[in-house]
């Protein structure tokens, strides 16, 4: 069965750098695009970056504003998100999925998810 794994998160202040991390297991990885989506406290599921099957293709939600970097270790199965210069607004439970498109930025896009990762930024 098809497993996503998300691990990394955790409490940091403002302005600090956390990496995280989402393993897959159950899949051909190199098959999927990978993306990583974001739901903060009262707020919708909301598209954070995506990558392509193998790793050169990026795409980002303008609302992180360069400070966000999506990337792919196919040998290992693992995709990775760096995100630096952390605000409070990051602070979310970050979510990991993979699809057979090209690549996607809405929820219905993806064929499976993560149990999420969660970020608390502190001011």
């Known amino acids: 069965q098809v497993q996503l794994v998300e691990s990394g998160g955790g409490l940091v202040q403002a302005g600090g750098s956390l990496r995280l991390s989402c393993a897959a297991s159950?899949?051909?990885?190199?098959?999927?695009?990978m993306g990583w989506f974001r739901q903060a406290p009262g707020k919708k599921r909301e598209f954070v970056a995506a990558?392509?099957?193998?790793?050169?293709?990026?795409y980002y939600s303008d609302s992180i504003e360069g400070r966000f970097t999506i990337s792919r270790d196919n040998a290992k199965n693992i995709v990775y998100l760096q995100m630096n210069s952390l605000e409070p607004a990051d602070t979310a439970v970050y979510y990991c999925?993979?699809?057979?498109?090209?690549?996607?930025?809405?929820?219905?896009?993806?064929?499976?998810w993560g149990q999420g990762t969660e970020v608390t930024v502190s001011s």
């Open positions: 159950g899949l051909s990885f190199s098959r999927y695009a």
């Open positions: 990558i392509g099957r193998i790793g050169v293709k990026t």
């Open positions: 999925a993979a699809t057979l498109y090209d690549y996607g930025t809405r929820q219905g896009e993806y064929d499976y």
